[in-house]
């Protein structure tokens, strides 16, 4: 895809960093991916998620899972609507978040594309949430898979969010509730990297899938 190319470049050979020097180095990783994300036309974003959609669906992991905890993308994230859509038609139950004021997530439903809602959070994004009833953050802990946004993943299996902390949460209740589930992050190709800078929160996820396949992660 257009612009895409770059950004391979520019993240291969991160210094290793953890701790308090990883912020900062993420930051930076952080704005080169949405600089290039943002040269992404509609349809190129809308080719990916179907490409996207396909290749996650061959995990077996996805064919099993009874519960799936996912999201809906915005802008020009990997797109998740075709996704969301098939693993329904499945049977699987989808449950998608809500933002809460501290950045915790909650939990909804998703029965199809009327069941969602634009909803405003201040003056960011608008974000798409489930509009019937909430489940409780602890609902989560009852997937078989999570699947994650981010903006990149190494070689490790290591995560880039977007430094909003709401995973994190997510993250940390699974391993507080000892639930296990599948964690696996839609990206774009050139978003798998060599090197994530890591802080001591930080968890690897089992799998990635792209446009362009899955890798799994040991």
Do not use: C
């Not at 290793?16 to 040269?39: C, N």
């Not at 396909?54 to 809906?72: C, D, G, K, M, Q």
């Not at 915005?74 to 038609?89: I, M, N």
């Amino acid at each position: 895809m257009k612009g895409n190319a770059g950004l391979r470049k520019g993240t291969e050979g991160q210094v290793s960093q953890t701790g308090r020097g990883a912020e900062p180095a993420k930051r930076t990783l952080r704005r080169e991916i949405l600089a290039v994300r943002k040269t992404l036309t509609v349809d190129e974003v809308r080719e990916a998620a179907h490409a996207l959609a396909e290749r996650a669906l061959e995990l077996p992991e996805l064919t099993r899972a009874r519960t799936i905890a996912a999201y809906v993308s915005v802008g020009t994230e990997p797109g998740t609507p075709p996704l969301l859509d098939a693993l329904r038609a499945r049977g699987a139950h989808v449950l998608l978040p809500a933002l809460l004021p501290d950045n915790d997530l909650d939990w909804g439903a998703y029965t199809g594309e009327g069941s969602l809602a634009r909803v405003q959070h201040g003056g960011r994004m608008a974000l798409f949430e489930p509009a019937g009833e909430r489940l409780g953050p602890d609902a989560v802990t009852t997937a078989d898979v999570v699947l994650l946004p981010g903006l990149a993943v190494d070689a490790r299996g290591m995560r880039l969010g977007r430094g909003g902390g709401s995973y994190d949460r997510v993250l940390a209740r699974l391993e507080a509730a000892r639930a296990h589930p599948a964690l696996v992050v839609l990206l774009y190709d050139t978003e798998v990297v060599e090197h994530i800078p890591e802080e001591p929160h930080d968890r690897p996820v089992q799998a990635v899938a792209t446009p362009s396949g899955v890798r799994r992660f040991t």
